[in-house]
């Protein structure tokens, strides 16, 4: 190596094989990158041959991060290699743990790897320049159990977006990558509660749909998966999007006695089943029956038939003392949770002595 010799090993009748002395011993004020020519010879260095190869010395690789820095068990993750003083290579390559793969060289401050089938678990990550040295990066790779997605709840909301659903799973790792994707739109989550809870809130519509903007008319189901390095992302669950739900009148009148339930139906607009209504703050109940309405002298579109509950005893005090009546207001929602705020009046009075 320039005029440094060091010795050759015989490996078999075609190859040898030397260990490189280090550039400086080469030449105390060379600098990488720099090529040096290599000879051969087979009489104690008495003579070489003329042929003259050429090795390079580049600059140690510097791995600054792992992106992602987790992978699934059964391989198939791209992980980028963000750093500096990289150089192609034919053998360039990744070792996690005992397991190599190819790497490809993007600039001299990425590359990237795809990861093999690996065990669960942590598996330092290594490269090489040449496929047979690898060198420790200080680096680690961490696979991942198998994950299943088993349900989430509610499992539908309104087109604006902004429910907030919690996804029922197993293996659920906490990341700071993790993510949720409903249809074409991956968000980060909101929160992660345990190995087998984690919440997502729901984009708008029209995003998860792809972008089309199509306002209060967008509707329909899409995908919910979860990644929890923000590539690999699985589950298979359905997310419903609705329109946006209207009361617009009470029959046979917004009215009804304190202390028994009664059933009424509810006109209104976007009302598609399953329809959950609420009086006040009471207790919140499924509708009985959610249909089409055909009328043509109301402006809805649909009704709901709820029971109208009795109103508490102590809710029918002001000042300890009882009154004739009370006006409260009622709700619908899609979904139990997102309720409407339009507070349609619902007066529960004292029934006649």
């Known amino acids: 190596f320039g005029t440094v010799e060091v010795v050759a090993y015989v490996a078999n009748s075609t190859t040898l094989w030397c260990l490189a002395p280090p550039l400086a011993e080469i030449d105390l004020g060379a600098l990488a990158p720099a090529d040096v020519h290599v000879q051969l010879s087979f009489d104690l260095g008495n003579s070489y041959s003329p042929i003259l190869a050429a090795f390079s010395y580049v600059e140690d690789f510097v791995v600054d991060a792992l992106s992602p820095d987790m992978a699934v068990s059964g391989g198939g993750t791209l992980i980028l290699i963000i750093g500096s003083k990289f150089t192609d290579s034919p053998a360039l390559g990744c070792k996690f743990g005992n397991e190599t793969a190819p790497a490809t060289f993007i600039s001299s401050q990425v590359m990237q790897c795809t990861t093999p089938p690996l065990m669960v678990g942590v598996h330092p990550f290594k490269m090489t320049l040449d496929g047979v040295e690898y060198f420790d990066t200080g680096k680690s790779v961490t ?115 304190w202390d028994e339930p009664m ?27 959610v249909g089409i309405s055909t009328d043509p002298s109301t402006p809805a579109d649909s009704y709901a038939i709820c029971t109208a509950p009795a109103l508490p005893e102590e809710r029918r005090l002001v000042g300890g003392v009882e009154t004739d009546g009370r006006l409260g207001y009622l709700e619908v929602s899609a979904n139990s949770i997102d309720f409407t705020s339009d507070r349609t009046q619902w007066f529960f009075y004292s029934p006649p002595a």
């Open 143 to 257: 696979t991942l159990p198998p994950s299943t997605l088993l349900s989430l709840y509610p499992t539908r909301g309104y087109f604006s977006g902004g429910t907030e659903i919690l996804v029922n799973g197993t293996n659920l790792v906490n990341s700071v990558l993790l993510q949720c994707q409903f249809g074409q739109a991956p968000l980060a989550a909101k929160d992660w509660f345990d190995s087998e809870h984690v919440q997502c809130t729901a984009p708008p519509c029209d995003v998860a749909m792809g972008g089309q903007s199509r306002g209060q008319e967008c509707e329909g189901t899409v995908q919910v998966m979860l990644s929890f390095n923000g590539l690999d992302f699985f589950g298979n669950l359905t997310y419903e999007y609705v329109r946006r739900q209207r009361i617009v009148d009470v029959l046979p009148f917004p009215a009804g006695r």
């Open 263 to 289: 059933n009424v139906t509810l006109l209104g607009t976007g009302l598609s089943p399953p329809v959950y209504c609420r009086w006040l703050d009471l207790e919140v109940t499924p509708a009985l029956e």
